[in-house]
């Protein structure tokens, strides 16, 4: 099996065609499509079934896209690695993250790495957990930071703890539900979720379930935090927020009083941010430069507090 092999396969499975593939490539059809009869002959299995709108990977072609992923990834590590070493920064770096763990030291630990690795092509991310951990996996994503409020979870990565969050229940100024202490007297009011609700972690699903309470009924979603602070600041949406909306020293910032926190008496979870990878052996160096910014950003900033949780379970 040929390194040129696998980068045939991963160019037909990510255009599901094989003249886009071969267009991408800069080859011909003909070569192209011989490359691939070479590669089936070779494993003694079909790869891949065309079709009149163009091509589906078999279970075997599956199977086989998602290890020669990892493998051109840790291809294009192994050579980064190279030219770090030769004193040259030119890397990409894949960064992803979960919504609340972007109201940490995130935004200042890029423009930092930035300004020592002007060179190095930053890219991030903000997804689901089981998408940031298939992103791992399949070495997609270097680095991932993740949001939890049961502790690490699954153990086939390193968790390495960052800083925690406190979570609140918050409404527009003079909103007429503004001294409400029990969040059942909520259930009847209209929400605003900023992640999806069949995610177990989620802040808002988490905050109901420890306190044995339904979900709302009414509910407006919204994946963008800006959008979501203007619908919570200029509307009855009852919403919740970390501490970063709340404090000057935070990443998310925007007018003073415009938010009102709750006196909720019931239990609203922190939330425990961790720095997410498969192995420190396995990181780049560019990858491992910018894990020391952020551990550094996580640690000057009186805002962010350690994780005291040890318990392994679901995250946000």
């Known amino acids: 099996m040929k390194l040129q092999q696998l980068r045939v396969l991963l160019a037909v499975a990510q255009n599901g065609s094989i003249h886009e593939a071969a267009r991408s490539l800069h080859?011909?059809?003909?070569a192209l499509s011989k490359t691939i009869a070479e590669l089936e002959r070779e494993l003694g299995v079909t790869l891949m079934l065309r079709t009149t709108r163009g091509v589906n990977l078999t279970a075997y072609g599956t199977a086989l896209v998602k290890r020669a992923s990892l493998v051109e990834q840790e291809l294009r590590h192994a050579l980064e690695d190279i030219e770090a070493i030769r004193g040259h920064d030119e890397a990409q770096l894949n960064i992803g993250f979960t919504a609340v763990a972007s109201g940490g030291p995130l935004p200042n630990t890029m423009a930092s790495f930035r300004q020592r690795f002007p060179n190095v092509a930053l890219r991030a991310y903000e997804q689901r957990p089981q998408q940031l951990f298939e992103g791992l996996r399949e070495g997609r994503l270097d680095l991932a930071l993740v949001s939890t409020c049961n502790g690490p979870g699954t153990n086939v990565f390193q968790w390495e703890p960052l800083f925690s969050l406190?979570?609140?229940?918050?409404?527009?100024?003079?909103?007429?539900?503004?001294?409400?202490?029990?969040?059942?007297?909520?259930?009847e009011a209209d929400w605003l979720v900023l992640d999806p609700i069949d995610e177990p972690g989620s802040p808002l699903v988490s905050t109901m379930r420890v306190n044995g309470l339904e979900m709302p009924k009414r509910m407006v979603q919204s994946a963008s935090n800006l959008l979501g602070l203007q619908l919570a600041t200029q509307t009855d949406l009852v919403s919740m927020w970390s501490d970063t909306?709340?404090?000057?020293?935070?990443?998310?910032?925007?007018?003073?009083?415009?938010?009102?926190?709750?006196?909720?008496?019931?239990?609203?979870?922190?939330?425990?941010v961790y720095l997410v990878y498969r192995s420190a052996d396995l990181m780049t160096h560019m990858c491992a430069e910018f894990a020391k910014e952020v551990r550094h950003h996580a640690k000057v900033n009186p805002l962010w507090r350690r994780p005291r949780?040890?318990?392994?379970?679901?995250?946000?």
Do not use: C, N, W, Y
């Not at 949780?309 to 946000?316: I, L, P, Q």
């Open 309 to 316: 949780r040890k318990a392994g379970a679901d995250s946000d």
């Open 27 to 30: 080859i011909t059809q003909p």
């Open 166 to 187: 406190s979570m609140h229940v918050a409404v527009r100024t003079g909103h007429p539900l503004r001294r409400v202490r029990k969040l059942r007297t909520l259930l």
């Open 245 to 272: 909306v709340f404090h000057d020293a935070g990443a998310v910032r925007m007018q003073p009083g415009l938010l009102e926190r709750l006196p909720i008496t019931d239990e609203v979870p922190d939330f425990d």
